[in-house]
């Protein structure tokens, strides 16, 4: 993949979709969050014709915190999973990113931390004041770091400014394998979909 790579998303869409593109404007993917729903479901398609699905990000509980969210391939074979840390992630985002067929308890691969929750804090009470909320988006731009067991940064996501819509920029700061790349995507793709009407 051409990193750094885009993710976008309409603010006010009934049902929230992402479109990645990379560096060079290439669509990668197109993440579309089935509406309605108690159990959580997500699709990962190829291109925005939804005519190939890459993989399935599935919730294992109905509406929880803690729910762990299983990362599949279009035949379903695990690829992964991701997870909120519960009650920590309320002032500050912080999640686990576990390998295929990790059992409960396992250390996890990855975690993904916020690096500065002011500025999360900060976007939110901004956003929330009548017309100048507008332009939160080009005020605050909250970043998020995902590294490894040992603290060795892997990636960083980063709100970018943009008007009426979500816009994230992931750099990748170090080597990862093909499969761990995805899995990485994939966590931040969720992610994404969980903290959005949190800056």
Known sequence: MNYPLNFRFKLLALSPQIYVTDSTGNEVCYVKQKAFRLK??????????QEHLLSTIEADRIIDIRARYNFRDAAGRDLGSFKRR????????????????????????????????????????????????????????????????????????????????GLFKLEKLSDATPEEELVINLSFLMMNLLERSRG
């Open 86 to 165: 519960g009650l920590r992630s309320i002032w500050r985002t912080n999640c686990e990113v576990y390998g295929p067929d990790a059992v409960e308890g396992a250390a996890p691969l990855f975690t993904i931390r916020e690096e500065n929750p002011w500025s999360k804090m900060l976007d939110g009470f901004i956003s929330e004041i009548p017309v100048v909320g507008f332009i939160s988006g080009y005020i605050c731009h909250p970043k998020y770091v995902l590294s490894r067991a040992d603290g060795t940064p892997v990636a960083r996501l980063t709100k970018q400014a943009a008007f009426f819509e």
């Open 40 to 49: 959580e479901k997500v699709e990962v398609f190829s291109t925005s014709s």
